[in-house]
């Protein structure tokens, strides 16, 4: 067994303590090497100290077995029986800051638990110095124990963790923010507070609920200062803390001003939920009565166009931007009727507090690097965008829903029963009734698909693996339709949880959470959960497909309001559209500008029966007139050649291709077999050479500079993670999904204005939106549609500069339901 000390000047000033040495470290006797320490390195480097002024030691000096701590006992050890020679280590070496690398180090240090919430707070050890815990850099290479890590993208804010805690190795002081944290107790409180502020225009806006109820109001005008108003802790015989009821009620009615009032811009993080709340609570049958006016700025919507591949969370935001340490546990699992009412007050203070610096620090940034302008204009009109259409909703037809209620519940029966006869010469017993979803160690699906179906053994028997082997492994048409069916049983009863089961809303309407900002600028959908609702509601309205029988069951559900229609305008072979200007491809422009089917094409290239001798006349005819007239033709040949099935294959295939894919994902979408899968690829690129040459080349070339990528619009994403496919197939799609979604939301955001928000957006699907219209505005929604979604797209600024680009816009109508829509325009 070998002994590992620390390693480093005994002068340093800054010492990175780990948990224990691995192999690396117990062959060199130096903390910190091989992979491990090349990354701490970089880290290091990347902070600006270098390795040899930096103190390296471990809180355990000898190797665990398979460097698992929690094995340390099996080689006759405890972790406290290293603390003595650990503790009187960083006596001896006094050092300003100990950068505390994984979960034991910070607890070593400072008795705190928890890494993944501790990391990047400045805490104080109670062997005297500073202490700033980060996740083990190493975690990176693989996937064991608590500091797992998703990706690459992680190291960047470790990387920052390092600077912070060698910034901090500059001084010994200890110097946490000091915030004055009001307890409001009187109205004469809140008098006080609002007076001393009332030159100022902005404050920060933070609510807690109970059962979604708000039960307490903080309020920051400055990051130094916050009070936090109770609104319903009235002065009783029980409860001798509260305030008087005209107290109570003055207070109400000052904070409700303070919101209402326009010219006070409003600061708040991930706001569309206080404000919902604030207006309408309990599911929305309570009316809360609380308006906000002036909302200005939120932190998550700032950070998330700053970092949009790193976390937006206010804790996650705070320990990147501010000092303040960890302090989401101070509101944890708040009870009224065990806490006192003043911890969370505090908590609810001192959350206005951090959110107020955490604007400061965001809005200095976005000036920084020149994306105020961005974030004003193209981002921040995305929250009432969005809040509106999330308290719409959409109005579902009961009848139709207990329709296909029963017709999906027949069909698992059918399914079941003939999945059972099917597996009857497999498993033997006439009386089997085989349970899809039973897929532990022990359950039904292993034991049929990797046992008595005779399967190559793999680790689970998921959606995923099941498609592989039913595609890659199985020749048998038995077996292959017992996969199948497995498969269609759990998509039937998914379709019933999910779609046709999920519970409306008081009104009768599903409603549908968005998740505004991913890393592409495009949005997500969900159900409603708690602390937004009482109980899970709602569905996720984005994934509702266009195409198949289960999409149009589901939407035949939905319809619109008495007086009312149904509008979906959608953006017409949007992104592979941007990708042919941006690849510079003459030939797929021209298939665009003419509007042939481009994924007809797609197909009939794959399937080698395109009409190649019409086509080549087209590409090389330069008259206007005669091209129209060969496009017509083609089209014609095409729809007679590929039905809408093949056509939505040739999509598939498209897009794999213009975001580079690979085989794998591609015959998942397509449902063949990787193999042929990748004959498919290599034939669309061999008939699309500029896709790779010009487009793939030029987004590489771009990214090689400081891998960053910038829209036409303006938004900005730098790419964090390691160097590779996997990055350049993020950043291929980068610039064609950003562009489509901004264009969408943009314009529907105008339509709206336009019509003077006559109209309801019911919901967005990034080259789409569905909107419920008056039948007297119809006409004028059609026209004003087409003009906005239409507007040129002006490349110029685009990190690819090119020319304009017109989208063209196909709007259909539906009088009857979602299913029903029928193309006007």
Known sequence: MIHVPGYGPSTAKFVLCGEAPGADEESSGIPFSGKSGKIVDDCLAFAGVPRDQVYLTNVVKVRPPDNDIKRLHQIGYNISDFMPQFEEEIRQLNPNCILAIGNTALQALTGYTGIKKYRGSILKSY????????????????????????????????????????????????????????VCRSNLDLYRFLNRNSDRDAVSVDIETFRTIPICIGLAFSSEEAISIPLFNQLSFQNQSGMTRTDLLQCWKDVADVLANPRIKKIGQNFKFDERQLENCLDGRLFFGMKVNGFWFDTLLAFRTLYPELPGRLEFITSVLTKEPYYKEEGKGFNPKKDKLDRLLLYNAKDAAVTFEAHEEELKELRERKLEGFFFNRVMPLHPFYSRSESVGIRRDDFQQKFLLEKYKDQVKELQNELNTSCLPFTGDPNKILNVNSNGAKGDMPWLVFIALGFPPRKSTDEKTLGALMRNNCKDPIKKRILELILKIRKVRKTIGTYIEAEADYRGRLLTSVRIMLETGRTSTGILKTPITTHPMGWAMQTVTKHGDVGTDIRSMCIPDEGCVLVEPDLSGAEARVVAILARDERLIKIFRYNLDVHRITRA??????????????????????????AEEINKILKGLINIEDRQIGKVFRHAGHYDMGKRVASINAQ????????????????????????????????????????????????????????????????????????????????????????????????????????PLVDRMIRVTKEELEQPIDFKICTLSRGELIIPCEISLGDKNWELMKKIA
């Open 127 to 182: 062997l005297g110095p500073k202490v700033v815990g980060t996740i083990h850099p190493a975690s990176i290479l693989h996937a064991e124990g608590e500091d797992k890590m998703l990706s690459w993208k992680d190291l960047t804010y470790i990387k920052w963790d390092f600077a912070r805690a060698y910034e901090e190795s500059k001084n010994s002081t200890f110097d946490p923010p000091h915030r004055n944290l009001i």
């Open 605 to 630: 290239w794959m399937l080698n029966n395109a009409p190649d001798e019409l086509l080549n006349k087209f590409y090389s005819e330069a008259n206007h007139e005669a091209c129209i007239a060969l």
């Open 672 to 775: 063949c077999s990787e193999w042929r899968a990748g004959q498919i690829l290599e034939r669309f690129h061999a008939t699309n050479p500029n896709i790779r040459k010009v487009y793939h080349k030029e987004i590489q070339d771009a990214l090689q500079k400081d891998r960053t990528l910038v829209n036409p619009f303006g938004r900005t994403r730098v790419f964090l993670d390691r160097w590779g496919d996997e990055l350049f197939k993020e950043a291929y799609a980068q610039i064609p999904q950003s562009t489509v979604s901004d264009q969408t939301k943009s314009a529907a955001i105008r339509i709206e204005r336009r019509l003077d928000y006559k109209i309801q957006i019911l919901g967005e699907s990034h080259d789409s939106f569905l909107a419920q219209v008056p039948i």
